[in-house]
């Protein structure tokens, strides 16, 4: 096989390379010149989490090469719903609300792309979805799709096993005359995606081609799980959003300190922007893999929400996993102020505080009865005056004003990984 393109390489080496309609005829195409491509998002929540940005770290790449990107927001799309990867139909949404989710999410994404409306800029789908004529849009663009075709595909013939509605079945067809749409109005010859679009990014590809006697090209990624098997991202809180106001920089930091060790070298890859070499010092034989950790996870967070943020967050860690709880402001020379934080009156101290209700209370267990097995399975700690963390294996017993310190603070811990600093009022 010939040379691939620089920038086909790098992906390839950094694990953005899952599909692709034909490699050496885009590789070919890049050595050429630059070339517009395109990502496409629906806005079906306000906040994007991290598995949406896989795709996103790949633009970047791809535009740090000299190409293109067009980041796409489904506003018209997002009224239907992708069937794909979904065992079921999705909630209808109200037109305004997807409106306030495309505001929200470009946000999101200007943050961390840098859209300067010439390498990377946004569309909305909904400028040309939704007027659009139905019995011409049926006549120009329908004429061209077989329904067994269509229904080949893995995300079709999944959900055909559990009911797939014709609003859902119409939404290949409008992702790909979105592909249509951008090549005649940007040139666009490339959309690149998460894998389970593979059926969809083939449809467009095919429609140019048949439409416009263009090639086009699909490139998509691998769906990232972590090496125990899990879905990447998947918190005890649910997914790991980029709002601040779900996933805390805190929260999100944590999450990457604390993956599996088979991961890092993986994920350090594909989530940040270190040289492919340093990513291989960091994870060498020998090197403690917390410090891969930590780096992993500053790096990250400094991408999603600011080098500021990160630096909170590391200070905060340090905080709560050093040897004592307090100690010169922090722990292990952290600043415990970075940590997560709860309010509780200090009556609540003063005749005993339960320590099932203070676990549930503060949010640190979801319910009283999770609190109340974290405690009897021994996964509950909570500091004494002295700083140090004491295992309370009793869910009758009290926590008290004695467990304070000076300042009428108190860290609690669940596990191994979870802590909360206290802050009596």
């Not at 393109?5 to 309609?21: S, Y």
């Not at 972590?226 to 999450?255: E, R, W």
């Not at 410090?291 to 340090?318: F, M, P």
Request: net charge negative; hydrophobic share 40%; charged share 25%.
């Amino acid at each position: 096989m010939k040379d691939m393109n620089p920038v086909i390489d790098t992906l390839k080496t950094r694990g953005f390379f899952q599909q692709c309609t034909d490699a050496e005829g885009l590789s070919k195409l890049m050595d050429d010149g630059p070339i517009a491509f395109y990502e496409g998002t629906d806005p079906t929540g306000g906040s994007l989490h991290i598995g949406h940005m896989v795709p996103y770290f790949a633009f970047r790449h791809l535009r740090d090469a000299g190409h293109t990107g067009i980041a796409l927001l489904g506003g018209g799309t997002a009224r239907i719903g992708d069937p794909s990867g979904r065992d079921e139909t999705r909630k209808m949404i109200d037109y305004e609300t997807i409106n306030k989710n495309v505001e929200s999410i470009t946000a999101q994404l200007d943050r961390f792309v840098g859209f300067d409306g010439k390498s990377a800029f946004t569309v909305n789908n909904k400028d040309w979805l939704a007027n659009l004529n139905y019995i011409d849009f049926l006549r120009d663009i329908g004429r061209h799709f077989s329904v067994n075709r269509m229904l080949s595909f893995e995300a079709y013939k999944k959900r055909m096993e559990t009911g797939l509605t014709f609003i859902e079945f119409n939404y290949q067809l409008l992702q790909s005359f979105d592909f249509l749409e951008l090549y005649r109005r940007h040139g666009c010859r490339l959309q690149i995606g998460g894998d389970d679009q593979w059926g969809n990014i083939v449809a467009g590809v095919e429609l140019i081609r048949r439409v416009e006697g263009a090639e086009a090209y699909g490139l998509t990624f691998p769906l990232v799980t972590t090496s125990d098997g899990k879905k990447m991202g998947k918190t005890l809180k649910g997914a790991l959003f980029l709002d601040p106001a779900v996933t805390t920089p805190y929260d999100f930091f944590q999450y990457w300190r604390n993956i599996p060790d088979a991961d890092i070298l993986r994920f350090l890859l594909m989530f940040t922007f270190l040289p492919e070499e340093e990513c291989r010092v960091l994870c060498a034989d020998g090197k403690n893999p917390n410090e891969a950790k930590e780096r992993l996870a500053w790096e990250v967070t400094a991408l999603i929400h600011s080098k500021d943020e990160a630096d909170k967050a590391l200070a905060g860690a340090k905080a709560a996993f050093g040897s004592g709880a307090f100690s010169s402001g922090g722990v292990g020379g952290g600043d415990k102020s970075s940590m997560p934080q709860a309010q509780v009156a200090r009556s609540r101290f003063e005749a005993g505080y339960n320590v099932v209700d203070l676990f549930s209370d503060t949010g640190l267990a979801p319910t009283k009865s999770e609190a109340r097995r974290l405690v009897q399975q021994g996964g509950a700690f909570v500091s004494e005056t002295s700083g140090e963390l004491s295992n309370i294996s009793d869910s009758t017993v009290m926590i008290g004003l004695d467990n304070l310190n000076k300042d009428g603070e108190l860290i609690i811990r669940a596990g191994k990984k979870r802590y909360l600093l206290i802050l009596v009022k």
